[in-house]
């Protein structure tokens, strides 16, 4: 049975992943800020190193525009510890994302095509921009690797849509 799509403006349930350095990152529920969540792929996909690296270095402009940055995938600590030391990427990074979370999420799940590529399911990319009440403003979710929302573009979008106050769309 496919599992629901998420639904534009209604509140994410609380979810929290296992953060490098100790802790958790959280998403959903309310919070001070406004949230950036990129699910990735994976230690194994290029293009989320790519886009991660434009998102590392355009992280102080999205937090000056109000934003906090949550980056999670499926991998394991040592993964993303070892993606983290070799971009040094200053973003927080969670790992562990699981099955569950991903259908709750509505992201595509991935069986790897070898070892070499990874060793479990892993999800798709899916990028969602979260307000301070909880509630999903844009949900971007791919099948694959090479559709992803400009980052330059999504943040421009966002500081437009906080000045106005404008609504979810996509709700009918």
Request: hydrophobic fraction near 35%; include cysteine; proline fraction near 8%.
């Amino acid at each position: 049975m496919p599992t629901p799509k998420p639904v534009p403006g209604a509140i994410l349930s609380r979810m929290s992943f296992p953060k490098l350095g100790g802790g958790e990152l959280s998403i959903g529920g309310t919070s001070e800020n406004w949230t950036l969540f990129i699910v990735y792929r994976g230690k194994h996909c290029p293009r989320c190193k790519k886009y991660l690296n434009i998102l590392n270095d355009m992280r102080d402009k999205w937090a000056d525009a109000g934003f906090d940055i949550c980056v999670v995938s499926a991998d394991t600590e040592a993964k993303a510890k070892a993606d983290q030391v070799e971009f040094g990427w200053g973003f927080d990074l969670g790992y562990g994302l699981t099955e569950e979370q991903m259908g709750t999420l509505g992201l595509y799940v991935t069986e790897p095509l070898s070892d070499a590529e990874t060793n479990r399911r892993f999800a798709e990319p899916g990028v969602f921009v979260i307000r301070p009440d909880g509630s999903q403003l844009l949900l971007a979710i791919s099948n694959g690797p090479s559709a992803r929302p400009d980052l330059a573009e999504l943040l421009d979008g966002m500081i437009f849509t906080k000045v106005n106050d404008r609504p979810p769309r996509g709700t009918v």
